[in-house]
């Protein structure tokens, strides 16, 4: 097949299109939601709410605008047409990705890699604590963490702030290997039932093969991205998991679904043939800001690459050495980011009060950056 040149314009383009943040905004409703999970197929999830939303809830707003929260949490939790599991992190992924997702959810026993044998040696030495969990789940549930005795015989060891915290590690472990799922929220506790009971009757049961299941990974990867190298697809989706990335490309390639491409003289690149004609990239451009952990910028080297946008999350790292702040969203504007925004949520005021704001060169605050930023405090007030 002949190779396709793009310029790193072009690329943005692409990568923002695939990404569903240019043009017009999807409704801002439960089937609008869907066709963004649909698209970018993982919605990362994380705690910090500083900026007056978690993450989860802040990705689709990047690309609905101001929308009621409730709905994804009925999405999630009554239609169950998303459910938790760990995608290139923990992660809101599709039902209908079941299938894909089920290949790792296997018990810990029969993994072979180092850290899956300390964990298979924990729960053996914790079995009690592992039929006393289930137990009460299954006569009980939906349970939350506190509402389980820690019966653990040996305390889980880590290096970090896990150590000892045996019941919520078993319920980890147990998700993981698929026998318990997230089935709603009880304030920040996290509410378990059994994956056995909690899924549809029309949750996907079909088995994968290890090829089948990294073929379809590797083209909705690949999809969600619109044009990467096999690195960024290893990045992106189900992180690190892929069976057969090199044989799956191969095959895309081989079928017509991915196109093998230049990136400003770069070899190495796939395009999906989603986004073949390029004459449907050039739409409406919107400036929005993106969650620290929005799934355009998820791979930071790629971010670095395509856009020329130098990032990290600075959560961890001392303030007199952050850069751009401490929950700094990227300002996304057309097919650049030309900044960032560091911002907190004043429970009190109800304002949404920016400590950094940085412009890359040549860019600067504008109506349509500040536009952005009142959206977001319309959105975080709402939630409230």
Known sequence: MATVDLSLDDARRIAVHAQRLDGKRPPATADGLMDIARAIRVIQ???IAVAGAPTQYLVPFSRLGPYDRSILDRLVYKDRKLFHYIAHAASLVLTDDYPIFAGTMRPYIKRKDEYGRRVAAWMKANAPLRRQVLGKIRGEGPLRSRDLEDTAEEHWQSTGWTAGRN?????ERLWL?????????????????LSSRWF????????????ARSDRAVDLSLRALGVA???????????????????????????GEAIPATVGGRKGFYLHRDYADLKRTHRASRTVLLSPFDNLIADRKRT???????????????????????????????????GSADLRFDRE???????TVIFEDGFAMSADVQRAIDELEVFVRAGR
């Open 304 to 338: 670095k690459a395509l856009f020329g946008f130098d990032f990290a999350i600075e959560i961890y790292i001392p303030p007199a050495k952050r850069k751009r702040g401490y929950y700094a969203f990227p300002i996304l504007a057309g097919d650049r980011l030309i």
């Open 200 to 211: 549809p009757d029309w949750t996907p049961r079909q088995r994968l093969t290890e090829k």
């Open 349 to 355: 005021a109800r304002r949404l009060i920016p400590q």
């Open 45 to 47: 999830i994380d705690s």
């Open 229 to 255: 190298t096999s690195g960024h697809v290893y990045y992106h989706f189900t992180r690190w998991r892929y069976g057969d990335l090199k044989g799956s490309l191969a095959r895309l390639v081989d079928r």
């Open 167 to 171: 019941v919520s590690q078993m319920l």
């Open 177 to 193: 290997e698929g026998e318990i799922t997230v089935v709603g929220r009880d304030g920040p506790q996290r509410l378990w039932d």
